[in-house]
């Protein structure tokens, strides 16, 4: 079965990748069964994953982001040792990016608990929120906004097209693989001259996201570009600093559709370059995390830090996880916490004789972040990094 891209229609053939083992790990660290292939498209460099069978199940059944408490937030980063959440840092970039004057109209479309609409909010309380998410599972946290938000199950109220200001998207269209009926009902509702703020995962950053399993899309600066224009925006504005590993992006509804121009030769061949790359440290990690288990000492006190996708690969991909005694996480949420029946530990809570900590972040940041944390760097600790 030949596959399309869902940016360019273009037809897929030869994956770049194809995972060594009959079963994936998701964002929400579970496993589910099947190979991952990853195709690159040579008309506009983007990424993208042949979608799991047993997806659909998983998403009715496991994806229920932070959804335990209001404050279960994902940890952005630490900074000089405590940790900043997600929501947080997305608020602050928002206001940095959008002015929001007095009565604008706000969705935020798949907004979950919609943390972020409801920080910018307490900031500006003259603009009307607006709620959209396929489930109602989320419906008591949206009582508690500080202001009554319009809301809406399943389907956007459609007496919403064409009257709102802003539509913004945190963390979806990665799964979404139809992105012209999204993206086509995201501009319906705008607005003309009306804003689509989305922020997406950037793989080339944050080298997980190429084999995450429920991450259809991985894209590019270019790719977003041919997605945008070819729907019906104009004036998009990429932002690749703004958020760690991800792209902020700003689009305006320009009112027709109109075919993109497509990428030079030597960009698509760049990316294609660094997508082979890319497949090519998955391809061989599994081998060097092995590699540093068989050279354990027999009285070795082996930890994972990090209680991520990262976290879970490694201990997937030893030999005897048995051996790991703990694992170790700067996020509160997570401390406390038990990933194959071993504690999920703050690291100043690290035994004293561990011996060994094989490093479960992305790797582009790793160092630094280990680097950061005082009470590792006392102990005679060996590391392995990815
Ligand atoms: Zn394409």
Same mark, same amino acid.
């Given at each position: 079965?030949?596959?399309?891209?869902?940016?360019?229609?273009?037809?897929?053939?030869?994956?770049?990748?194809?995972?060594?083992?009959?079963?994936?790990?998701?964002?929400?660290?579970?496993?589910?069964?099947?190979?991952?292939?990853?195709?690159?498209?040579?008309?506009?460099?983007?990424?993208?994953?042949?979608?799991? /069978?047993?997806?659909?199940?998983?998403?009715?059944?496991?994806?229920?982001?932070?959804?335990?408490?209001?404050?279960?937030?994902?940890?952005?980063?630490?900074?000089?040792?405590?940790?900043?959440?997600?929501?947080?840092?997305?608020?602050?970039?928002?206001?940095?990016?959008?002015?929001?004057?007095?009565?604008?109209?706000?969705?935020?479309?798949?907004?979950?608990?919609?943390?972020?609409?409801?920080?910018?909010?307490?900031?500006? /309380?003259?603009?009307?929120?607006?709620?959209?998410? +396929?489930?109602?599972?989320?419906?008591?946290?949206?009582?508690?906004?500080?202001?009554?938000?319009?809301?809406?199950?399943?389907?956007?109220?459609?007496?919403?097209?064409?009257?709102?200001?802003?539509?913004?998207?945190?963390?979806?269209?990665?799964?979404?693989?139809?992105?012209?009926?999204?993206?086509?009902?995201?501009?319906?509702?705008?607005?003309?001259?009306?804003?689509?703020?989305?922020?997406?995962?950037?793989?080339?950053?944050?080298?997980?996201?190429? #084999?995450?399993?429920?991450?259809?899309?991985?894209?590019?600066?270019?790719?977003?570009?041919?997605?945008?224009?070819?729907?019906?925006?104009?004036?998009?504005?990429?932002?690749?600093?703004?958020?760690?590993?991800?792209?902020?992006?700003?689009?305006?509804?320009?009112?027709?559709?109109?075919?993109?121009?497509?990428?030079?030769?030597?960009?698509?061949?760049?990316?294609?370059?660094?997508?082979?790359?890319?497949?090519?440290?998955?391809?061989?990690?599994?081998?060097?995390?092995?590699?540093?288990?068989?050279?354990? /000492?027999?009285?070795?006190?082996?930890? #994972?830090?990090?209680?991520?996708?990262?976290?879970?690969?490694?201990?997937?991909? +030893?030999?005897?996880?048995?051996?790991?005694?703990?694992?170790?996480?700067?996020?509160?949420?997570?401390?406390?916490?038990?990933?194959?029946?071993?504690? $999920?530990?703050? /690291?100043?809570?690290?035994?004293?004789?561990?011996?060994?900590?094989? $490093?479960?972040?992305?790797?582009?940041?790793?160092?630094?972040?280990?680097?950061?944390?005082?009470? +590792?760097?006392?102990?005679?600790?060996?590391?392995?990094? +990815?």
């Amino acid at each position: 079965m030949s596959l399309t891209c869902n940016v360019c229609r273009a037809t897929l053939t030869q994956p770049v990748y194809e995972s060594p083992e009959n079963h994936s790990i998701t964002t929400m660290n579970t496993l589910v069964q099947g190979r991952t292939h990853v195709y690159f498209c040579d008309d506009c460099s983007h990424l993208q994953t042949d979608e799991l /069978p047993n997806l659909a199940e998983y998403y009715s059944t496991e994806y229920t982001i932070n959804a335990n408490s209001e404050d279960d937030d994902q940890v952005y980063k630490i900074i000089d040792g405590r940790p900043v959440f997600r929501a947080d840092h997305q608020a602050a970039v928002l206001q940095s990016k959008l002015t929001l004057p007095e009565g604008c109209r706000i969705l935020d479309y798949g907004c979950a608990k919609a943390p972020t609409l409801r920080k910018v909010l307490a900031l500006h /309380p003259g603009i009307e929120p607006y709620l959209f998410d +396929l489930t109602d599972k989320y419906r008591t946290f949206w009582q508690q906004f500080p202001k009554p938000p319009h809301t809406a199950v399943g389907e956007p109220n459609r007496e919403w097209d064409g009257t709102l200001d802003v539509v913004l998207s945190f963390y979806a269209l990665e799964h979404v693989s139809d992105l012209d009926t999204a993206i086509r009902n995201i501009r319906r509702l705008l607005k003309p001259g009306g804003f689509f703020y989305f922020i997406v995962p950037n793989a080339y950053q944050n080298i997980a996201d190429f #084999i995450v399993a429920d991450h259809i899309n991985h894209f590019s600066e270019t790719s977003i570009q041919v997605l945008l224009e070819r729907l019906g925006f104009d004036q998009v504005s990429i932002d690749t600093s703004a958020h760690e590993a991800a792209y902020v992006v700003m689009a305006r509804n320009a009112g027709v559709e109109r075919a993109p121009s497509l990428p030079a030769n030597s960009i698509i061949a760049d990316l294609g370059k660094r997508a082979a790359e890319m497949s090519s440290y998955w391809k061989g990690i599994v081998e060097k995390i092995q590699h540093f288990e068989d050279a354990l /000492p027999e009285d070795a006190r082996v930890a #994972i830090y990090g209680a991520g996708f990262y976290a879970n690969f490694i201990a997937l991909s +030893l030999r005897d996880v048995s051996r790991v005694g703990v694992f170790i996480d700067q996020n509160p949420h997570l401390q406390n916490t038990y990933l194959y029946d071993r504690p $999920v530990i703050a /690291p100043s809570a690290l035994p004293g004789n561990t011996s060994h900590v094989i $490093v479960g972040l992305n790797p582009r940041t790793a160092q630094f972040s280990i680097n950061a944390i005082g009470v +590792l760097q006392l102990r005679p600790i060996e590391f392995l990094f +990815l």
